[in-house]
C-alpha cells in the first residue's frame, strides 16, 4: 500500500492504464472511476468498469466527449456502466445530504484513510508559475496561491 492508501498506482504515462486496472483485478474491473478529464478518457474508462460499476464525472478537462456516450456504453452492456456527473454544487438544494456527505468526508480525512496530495504553496505573486505547474501537470496535488 502506497502513502495515500492506494493498493496499486499505475502512471498513465509509462503504462496502458485500461490493461494495467484489469491485470490487477484479475479482469473484474473497478467499481469506481472518478474522472475529470473526460473527453476521449471516458471510452477507456467504460472498459475498466466492473460490472455495474459506475464512472464518476466531475470536469471535463479534456473537453467534452466525441463519441455516442450511449452508444459506448450500450457496447459495454454486459458490465452494465452507469455514469453520474457531479459538481460540487449538487448538494447545494439538498442541505440534510450535503451534511451527511461533508461529515463523511471529514471523518475519512480525520481517520487518515483518505490522505489526499497537497502541492507546495505559492505566493499569489506567482500565480504564472501555479498556472504553468498545472498546464504542465507538474503539481501532485492542489495548487494553493497564498496572498
Same mark, same amino acid.
Not at 456527505?101 to 484513510?113: C, T
Given at each position: 500500500?502506497?502513502?495515500?492508501?492506494?493498493?496499486?498506482?499505475?502512471?498513465?504515462?509509462?503504462?496502458?492504464?485500461?490493461?494495467?486496472?484489469?491485470?490487477?483485478?484479475?479482469?473484474?474491473?473497478?467499481?469506481?472511476?472518478?474522472?475529470?478529464?473526460?473527453?476521449?478518457?471516458?471510452?477507456?474508462?467504460?472498459?475498466?468498469?466492473?460490472?455495474?460499476?459506475?464512472?464518476?464525472?466531475?470536469?471535463?478537462?479534456?473537453?467534452?466527449?466525441?463519441?455516442?456516450?450511449?452508444?459506448?456504453?450500450?457496447?459495454?452492456?454486459?458490465?452494465?456502466?452507469?455514469?453520474?456527473?457531479?459538481?460540487?454544487?449538487?448538494?447545494?438544494?439538498?442541505?440534510?445530504?450535503?451534511?451527511?456527505?461533508?461529515? =463523511? @468526508?471529514? &471523518? /475519512? %480525512?480525520? !481517520?487518515?484513510?483518505?490522505?489526499?496530495?497537497?502541492?507546495?504553496?505559492?505566493?499569489?505573486?506567482?500565480?504564472? =508559475? @501555479?498556472? &504553468? /505547474? %498545472?498546464? !504542465?501537470?507538474?503539481?501532485?496535488?492542489?495548487?494553493?496561491?497564498?496572498?
Amino acid at each position: 500500500m502506497n502513502s495515500r492508501g492506494a493498493d496499486v498506482a499505475i502512471d498513465h504515462t509509462s503504462a496502458p492504464v485500461v490493461e494495467r486496472v484489469l491485470e490487477v483485478t484479475s479482469g473484474r474491473g473497478v467499481d469506481i472511476v472518478f474522472n475529470h478529464v473526460a473527453g476521449k478518457t471516458l471510452q477507456d474508462d467504460l472498459r475498466m468498469l466492473a460490472p455495474l460499476g459506475m464512472i464518476v464525472s466531475y470536469a471535463v478537462i479534456g473537453g467534452m466527449p466525441e463519441f455516442d456516450l450511449f452508444k459506448e456504453m450500450r457496447s459495454n452492456i454486459e458490465r452494465s456502466p452507469a455514469v453520474r456527473c457531479f459538481t460540487m454544487h449538487s448538494y447545494d438544494h439538498l442541505p440534510e445530504r450535503r451534511q451527511v456527505a461533508m461529515a =463523511r @468526508a471529514i &471523518e /475519512l %480525512l480525520a !481517520s487518515g484513510k483518505v490522505r489526499p496530495a497537497l502541492a507546495t504553496p505559492i505566493p499569489l505573486a506567482e500565480a504564472s =508559475r @501555479a498556472h &504553468e /505547474l %498545472l498546464e !504542465s501537470r507538474g503539481a501532485l496535488g492542489k495548487v494553493l496561491l497564498r496572498p
